[in-house]
């Protein structure tokens, strides 16, 4: 207040100083200039529409209107990423295709989501401008589930059945192999019964699928489990209840047949044991 008292006194009075404008005038300021951009930006394509000037009219136009926003302050300076796990920095911001710097309205986010979900890992995305200079980016990927022998090589599957390519076969290794032309539309089931015992999901290194319509499955130490055609989630679920009580897997055993509905067969070295299930007669 002291300045004011000063000019008063003054024989010739000079410019009045402004006082420096508070944040809240900042951003009132700001905002308005985003408003107007705004305005022309929704405005300039229909007015051009209803004048009946063209595509090169329209166009300049809307360059005018970018480069009005860039000296606004509307500008690309950071980037924000969620749900990446596989797919690599590099590989999100090159599929991004957008630079620091760049006017924010100069960037599509409907072109950017196809090139992303374009990449190897990811089933889908999300891009979308958050003014007035972050670009969002969330992206939803697929999740590995076993390893497809096809044509004599080994091809990485999600849960859905679809390949995914560009896997790094090292990073999977604990992923089991499941074989057969239709396998990978089944796998997914398959996997999740045979966690349901897991003591013995984790000796399982293999599946082959039998004529479109059952599996085989492979233990460690060479051990074949072939499941039936129905009810493969019992017949699994048994098994597994026999090894705990009995732990028949441990006697040399080379396959342990369980297509039959009241008995499970047991292949050793020595030669075949049957062995009834209850409520099973043994004939």
């Known amino acids: 207040m002291l300045w004011l008292k000063r000019n008063r006194r003054a024989a010739a009075p000079a410019q009045r100083r402004e006082r420096p404008p508070t ?66 920095r590099a590989a999100l911001l090159a599929a991004l295709g957008v630079k620091g710097g760049q006017a ?77 032309d239709d396998a990978p539309g089944y796998a997914a089931d398959l996997i999740a019964m045979l966690k349901r015992e897991p003591d013995l999901a984790v000796r399982v290194r293999a599946a082959v699928r039998v004529g479109q319509r059952r599996w085989n499955v492979k233990l460690d130490g060479g051990i074949d489990v072939r499941l039936p055609e129905e009810n493969a989630a019992a017949a699994w679920a048994k098994l597994g209840d026999l090894e705990r009580k009995h732990s028949i897997l441990s006697r040399d055993v080379e396959a342990v047949d369980l297509r039959l509905p009241d008995r499970l067969i047991v292949q050793t070295k020595s030669g075949r044991i049957p062995i009834p299930r209850p409520g099973g007669r043994d004939t």
């Open 104 to 180: 924010i309205l100069d960037f599509d986010p409907e072109a950017a989501r196809l090139r992303i979900e374009a990449l190897p890992w990811v089933r889908a995305a999300t891009v979308e401008r958050r003014l007035p200079d972050v670009v969002r980016v969330r992206v939803l990927e697929r999740r590995a589930l076993a390893w497809w022998q096809k044509d004599g090589r080994l091809v990485l599957i999600d849960h859905s059945g679809e390949t995914i390519r560009a896997a790094v076969p090292s990073r999977f290794q604990e992923l089991i192999v499941v074989v057969g």
């Open 23 to 88: 944040r809240w005038a900042r951003l009132a300021r700001r905002g308005a200039r985003w408003g107007g951009i705004a305005l022309v930006a929704g405005g300039v394509p229909v007015a051009l529409w209803q004048t009946g000037l063209g595509d090169a009219a329209r166009g300049f136009a809307w360059r005018q209107t970018v480069a009005a926003s860039a000296g606004a302050g509307l500008v690309v300076r950071e980037v924000l990423a969620e749900g990446r796990r596989e797919t690599s």
